[in-house]
């Protein structure tokens, strides 16, 4: 059974700064392309940062470009978000989702299964 464990979310002021983990079971996590997406109150879903299989080529949305940072161990099958310098609007649960050629299409990419999510609140 392919399971994706967010962890990391929390409530910081602006400015600060979280690390997001994903661990992934059950499928071969090294084959995969991964990508994180968040989800504000109120809103649809948002990419926000995709990482290749090997780990050498990633992209961001211009929202947090310079300030996100996605990587991965592939030993350790496990996805990481580095967040610097949050602002307010990146309030959000963020899911770690795993790319696949069916499900739910978002930004760039098509996701075939998502983990549940870990809150990020920032404050002013």
């Known amino acids: 059974e392919v399971q994706l464990v967010e962890s990391g979310g929390g409530e910081v002021q602006s400015g600060g700064s979280l690390r997001l983990s994903c661990a992934a079971s059950?499928?071969?996590?090294?084959?995969?392309?991964m990508s994180w997406v968040r989800q504000a109150p109120g809103k649809g879903p948002e990419w926000v940062s995709h990482?290749?299989?090997?780990?050498?080529?990633?992209s961001y949305a211009d929202s947090v470009k310079g300030r996100f940072t996605i990587s991965r161990d592939n030993a350790k099958n496990t996805l990481y978000l580095r967040m610097n310098n949050l602002k307010p609007e990146d309030t959000a649960l963020y899911y770690c989702?795993?790319?696949?050629?069916?499900?739910?299409?978002?930004?760039?990419?098509?996701?075939?299964?998502w983990g549940l999510g870990t809150q990020v609140t920032v404050s002013s």
């Open positions: 989702a795993r790319l696949g050629p069916s499900g739910l299409r978002v930004g760039p990419y098509q996701y075939d299964y």
């Open positions: 059950g499928f071969a996590f090294s084959s995969y392309d």
């Open positions: 990482i290749n299989v090997g780990g050498i080529s990633t």
